[in-house]
């Protein structure tokens, strides 16, 4: 880890190979990696001012403000819609961010949202409770779903950040 922003999630990463430590204990497993994947995507947007946030290859897939604004999205649509019953949309908008919404806007709404959604995931009874979103999924699969779209993301934001400035890396 580079050390420019420190971990996100509800565990510090293993120092020895910079991932979460285990746990036998199956929800805490899956928020300390979808903690350590939402802190991949933020240490791609470090030390970027909005412009640079803002850029897109080739003006084609998400910039990285794109990305970030979308993951919290997704996972306000996921945790506080699908599990929690809330009126929720999905918005093109997400994707492409108007000129107000700043880098260190965006960054502070994904780390409330992610603090948001463990303690909402914590509060559910069980990993076998049922999403409203989607028939005959639960809370085990929305939380593999939010792994898997936040690591689609991550890498997605890994080659975004090398191709606008070289800088790689976690």
């Known amino acids: 880890m580079n050390?420019?922003?420190?971990?996100?999630?509800?565990?510090?990463?293993?120092?020895e190979i910079g991932f979460p430590t285990g746990t036998p204990n199956e929800r805490e497993l899956l928020l300390r990696?979808?903690?350590?994947?939402?802190g991949a995507v933020?240490?791609?947007?470090?030390?970027?001012?909005?412009?640079q946030a803002r850029w897109r290859p080739n003006d084609a897939l998400i910039s990285l403000l794109g990305i970030v604004n979308h993951l919290t999205h997704v996972e306000r649509r996921w945790i506080d819609g699908g599990?929690?019953?809330?009126?929720v949309s999905r918005a093109e908008e997400e994707f492409?961010?108007?000129?107000?919404l700043t880098v260190a806007a965006a960054v502070a709404a994904y780390r409330a949202r992610g603090v948001a959604t463990d303690a909402a995931v914590r509060a559910i009874p069980s990993l076998a409770e049922p999403c409203t979103r989607?028939?005959?999924?639960?809370?085990r699969w929305v939380l593999l779903h939010l792994l898997n779209e936040t690591a689609r993301?991550?890498?997605?934001?890994?080659?975004?950040?090398?191709?606008?400035?070289?800088?790689?890396?976690?």
């Open 3 to 15: 050390g420019d922003l420190p971990y996100f999630g509800t565990m510090p990463p293993d120092p």
């Open 33 to 38: 990696w979808l903690g350590f994947l939402r």
């Open 42 to 51: 933020l240490r791609k947007i470090v030390g970027l001012n909005d412009e």
């Open 83 to 87: 599990m929690g019953g809330q009126e």
């Open 96 to 100: 492409s961010p108007g000129p107000e």
């Open 134 to 139: 989607q028939e005959g999924t639960d809370l």
């Open 153 to 170: 993301h991550a890498g997605h934001a890994d080659a975004t950040r090398e191709l606008l400035d070289g800088t790689t890396g976690e």
